[in-house]
């Protein structure tokens, strides 16, 4: 499948630059960087990309120097999506642009963070962490002259909108129109997506032996740890338990990431879409594992589920999590003179249209944009 393909070469259905749906506020092209290096490059220069550093993924930041954070696990997603493009010849400059950016609207606190704000929203629109990447890159960054957030490329954009309900999406214009009309995105946006579940998935099995609240007898229960921990040791006994894992971790990583290419390559190839547009148009997602991988992924992602997050330990800092978001928030309602200036100017302005929906909805943004040891602080300066 990749024998025709000089290397660095895209694929038909890859996203190029010359067929690029364009910005919402249209620039001149650059002499030496391509549109999708400019919005990978915009978004790691972004305010809101450098606040990951301190925002949780499974484990708060002071738990310890080694745990992922929002932005490891980023660059983690970016590593493997960028491997994957190149073996299929997607374009990856795109796909490291949708995996650097894809979680740029977590809130503080990981997914305890979210459903709080979600629960704080509810009478004034939610929230979705998913919804909020895309306002961060549409709306909140404040860095251009000429133009709100980083007037990303509608390719990125479409790959940072994950899902989106359908109430949400009839107000995103042509962006919404796929989760209106059940479309697929992009061949690189479908990658990012994948690539963000087989980072976690692998990562926090790693993250939850480091931090005890696993153990590798229970992990056995699923077979693709099981597996591969087998395989493992009967190469080499004689190393330590860390690199034991590590080996372990990285051999699940090689299987799925492996399987993810050869099956995605085998789609492609029988289906042969013609362009992006015809893979936008496809009934089916043409990137995607083998129903055999899927099944003993799946099986590790509900193992997850039932062990590591549901653990009274991570159930422990969700609730703290909830108070703190909570907490936060209903100060601000209360008093929106707390907020700093531009987001005071914001919450003013949007009140001024549609009154406490819109002041929510300022409100939201800053409690979204903290990091966690910044609620942290903020809570008890002004709720104690
Ligand atoms: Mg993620």
């Known amino acids: 499948m990749t024998a025709s393909r000089q290397p660095g070469e895209l694929s038909p259905y890859a996203a190029s630059q010359g ?59 970016a590593q493997i999506g960028r491997t994957v493009a190149t073996a299929l010849g997607l374009n990856e400059h795109l796909v490291e642009a949708i995996c650097l950016a894809h979680d740029l609207g977590h809130t503080p606190f990981g997914h305890a963070g979210q459903d709080a704000l979600n629960q704080c929203m509810k009478t004034y629109g939610g929230f979705e962490h998913n919804l909020q990447s895309l306002r961060v890159v549409d709306e909140l960054e404040e860095r251009y002259a000429a133009f709100p957030g980083l007037n990303l490329t509608f390719e990125s954009r479409e790959g940072i909108l994950k899902h989106c309900s359908k109430r949400h999406a009839r107000t995103l214009g042509e962006l919404g129109e796929r989760f209106l009309y059940r479309r697929q995105p992009g061949l690189e946006a479908q990658l990012a997506n994948i690539a963000d579940e087989i980072a976690y998935n692998n990562h926090d099995v790693d993250d939850g032996l480091r931090a005890g609240l696993l153990t590798e007898d229970e992990l056995t229960e699923t077979e693709l ?160």
């Open 19 to 77: 067929a690029s749906r364009g910005r919402q506020y249209p620039e001149s092209e650059h002499p030496y960087r391509g549109v999708f290096q400019r919005d990978r490059d915009r978004i790691i220069h972004s305010t809101a990309f450098r606040r990951l550093v301190y925002k949780t993924q499974v484990f708060v930041n002071h738990e310890g120097d080694h745990y992922r954070t929002r932005l490891t696990h980023s660059l983690e997603v």
């Open 225 to 384: 740890f099981a597996e591969n921990y087998a395989h493992t040791r009967s190469l080499c006994d004689k190393i330590g338990r860390r690199a034991m894992i590590h080996e372990t971790v990285r051999a699940m990583i090689n299987e799925i990431v492996t399987d993810l290419i050869d099956h995605s390559g085998c789609m492609l190839t029988r289906e042969a879409p013609a362009d992006i547009e015809a893979v936008r148009k496809h009934p089916l997602q043409l990137i995607g594992l083998s129903p055999e991988a899927e099944t003993r992924h799946r099986a590790l992602k509900r193992f997850l589920h039932g062990s590591l997050y549901q653990h009274q330990r991570v159930r422990a800092m969700s609730g703290r999590a909830h108070e703190i978001v909570r907490g936060l928030f209903e100060c601000f309602m209360n008093d929106i003179r707390a907020l700093p200036k531009s987001h005071l100017q914001r919450a003013e302005k949007w009140a001024g249209q549609t009154g406490d929906k819109g002041r929510a909805r300022a409100v939201a943004d800053y409690v979204a944009g903290m990091t966690d040891r910044y609620a942290y602080s903020a809570y008890s300066r002004l709720v104690g």
